[in-house]
C-alpha cells in the first residue's frame, strides 16, 4: 500500500519526528523512499542584498554541503532498514517543488511534519505542509509536533 514514500525535510525536529512514521511505514509494505530537501529560493535571495558575490557563493555552497549530509545521514538509516532510498536536493519555493517532485515521482504517500523551521510569514500565510494537503494529488500522512 505504500510501496514508494516521499519524504520532504527541512532537518527540524518536526521533520526527525516524521522520519519515524517513514521508517514504520518499513512493515506496511514500504520499499522506497524519496527524501526531498527545497533550499528556499526566497532565502537565498534575501542572503544575496545582503551579501557581496563571493560571501553569497561561498554561503550557498556551504548550505547545500550541509544539506547534502543531512541526506546522507537520513539515507544511511533508511538503507539499513531496507529501504531503497533516493535523495534529492532542489532549489526554489519549497510547496512548488514539493508538488513538482510528487508528480515527477509518484509516490503512494507523503510523509511531512506539521511544522518546519518556518518564519513568521509561514505563521501568518500557512505552513508549507498544510498547502501540501491541499494542493498534493497524492495522499498526505502530516506527523504533527
Known amino acids: 500500500m505504500f510501496d514508494k514514500i ?15 512514521y517513514v521508517k514504520q ?9 524519496v527524501i526531498l530537501h527545497v533550499i528556499d529560493q526566497s532565502n537565498l535571495e534575501l542572503l544575496s542584498s545582503y551579501s557581496t558575490i563571493q560571501d553569497y557563493i561561498t554561503i550557498e555552497k556551504e548550505i547545500e554541503k550541509r544539506s547534502s ?13 531496507g529501504f531503497m532510498v533516493t535523495e534529492r536536493l532542489e532549489k526554489g519555493i519549497p510547496l512548488r517543488v514539493v508538488l513538482k517532485v510528487a508528480d515527477e515521482e509518484n509516490p503512494s504517500v507523503i510523509v511531512v511534519g506539521s511544522h518546519g523551521k518556518g518564519n513568521l ?15 498534493s494529488r497524492h495522499p498526505v500522512l502530516v506527523v504533527k509536533r
Open 25 to 33: 511505514l518499513r512493515a506496511a509494505g514500504g520499499r522506497e523512499v
Open 121 to 135: 510569514e509561514e505563521i501568518l500565510l500557512g505552513s508549507v505542509s498544510e498547502k501540501v494537503v491541499r494542493k
Open 69 to 81: 549530509e543531512e541526506l546522507g545521514f537520513i539515507s544511511n538509516e533508511l538503507r539499513q532498514l
Open 6 to 20: 516521499l519524504f520532504p525535510t527541512d532537518f527540524s525536529d518536526v521533520a526527525a519526528k516524521a522520519l519515524q
